[in-house]
């Protein structure tokens, strides 16, 4: 079992920058994309953005392009999810994800998941 954990969390204004970070525990193998989803209460987990290892191309929604910028970090095993501009829609506990399908986009194509970060933007 590969553990993924979630930090850099918090409570922020609207506008403002948080950056969150997902550290395996150990070495991944036959991943193929990590990825970050959100829960908002009440709501169906989303997905937020992905980046491929093998080439490191990324994948945002809509709602995040341009604001959020997710990185690699291999020798650490961390990916990196900058969010800036934040809004008060991006609250929501964040999670980290690792899986080895191509359904990126989909919360069922992960099999590794962390415990989640709480982001909370007030306006």
């Known amino acids: 079992q590969v553990q993924l954990v979630e930090s850099g969390g918090g409570l922020v204004q609207a506008g403002a920058s948080l950056r969150l970070s997902c550290a395996a525990s150990?070495?991944?193998?036959?991943?193929?994309?990590m990825g970050w989803f959100r829960q908002a209460p009440g709501k169906e987990r989303e997905f937020v953005g992905a980046i491929t290892w093998a080439n490191g191309r990324t994948y945002y929604d809509d709602s995040v392009k341009g604001r959020f910028t997710i990185s690699r970090a291999n020798a650490k095993n961390t990916v990196v999810l900058q969010m800036n501009s934040l809004k008060p829609e991006d609250t929501a506990v964040y999670y980290c994800a690792a899986g080895d399908t191509v359904a990126i986009t989909r919360s069922d194509g992960y099999k590794y998941w962390g415990q989640g970060t709480q982001v909370t933007v007030s306006s």
């Open positions: 150990e070495r991944t193998f036959n991943v193929y994309a």
